[in-house]
């Protein structure tokens, strides 16, 4: 089965600074990978996701890159605010089978961003 | 109003107990899921269900079983309680197309404690 890998665990910032949090993944055949933010006491919420026909997405202050051959993607969140402290998620899954409707996301361990004021 | 609901949001019980955390989504979404979070974060698939097939994840003990009444909820039913059975448990649904994959909205989490 596929096995997500991120790094790391946690992340000092000063706020104004950027945060980069990477993710490697086992399985070829992977090809969703979205980054959720979970707040304290709170659901993942999906932020940005990037498919793997595309190498580089990016939404305001948030940007995800795909390597595909060395299968390892990673987030970036520039000009950081104390509102992006939280736990942030990588996962990867496949698309579904034909005749199947689901699919299973695998997520890495977690990264806790803290940024400082 | 909240796309993904789960209740309750907190659950106390004693070993050995039955119980059920319920879950709704109005998304219109053909795919429902359920997911567990340790103490450590670490989150991990249990179940993904839709009106074709179930997905249990081999890990997960046949004391949990999902339910599903209709297309908009997915019951989570356990068994003969232990205490590592708790964790906060999330509900999911996307809408999952052949191809390519969905995003997948998360309820608020329900936190279980086996005393």
């Known amino acids: 089965g596929e096995n997500v890998e991120q790094h790391p665990s946690t992340l000092s910032v000063q706020e104004g600074d950027s945060a980069v949090i990477k993710c490697t993944y086992s399985d070829s055949a992977s090809n969703y990978f979205p980054w959720y933010k979970q707040e304290l006491g709170k659901g993942p919420q999906l932020i940005i996701d990037?498919?793997?026909?595309?190498g580089e997405k990016k939404d305001q202050r948030i940007a995800v890159t795909l390597n595909k051959t060395a299968k390892h993607f990673s987030l970036h969140i520039t000009e950081t605010q104390p509102e992006d402290s939280a736990v942030y998620f990588c996962a990867a899954s496949r698309a579904a089978r034909s005749g199947a409707g689901s699919y299973q996301l695998t997520f890495g361990k977690g990264t806790k961003l803290s940024v400082i004021p | 109003d909240t796309a993904v609901s789960q209740t309750p949001k907190y659950l106390v019980t004693q070993m050995g107990n039955d119980k059920s955390i319920k879950c709704e989504q109005n998304?219109?979404?053909?795919?429902m899921y359920w997911y567990k979070q340790d103490s450590k974060k670490f989150l991990k698939i249990m179940f993904s269900?839709?009106?074709?097939?179930?997905?249990i994840n081999e890990t997960v003990p046949n004391r949990f079983s999902p339910k599903s009444p209709d297309k908009a909820h997915l019951n989570l039913h356990i068994n003969s309680l232990e205490l590592g059975d708790s964790a906060v448990y999330f509900c999911a649904s996307s809408q999952a197309n052949t191809g390519w994959d969905t995003e997948a909205f998360f309820g608020q989490g329900t936190r279980l404690t086996v005393v």
């Open positions: 269900y839709n009106n074709k097939e179930l997905i």
């Open positions: 990037i498919r793997s026909n595309v």
């Open positions: 998304l219109g979404h053909d795919t």
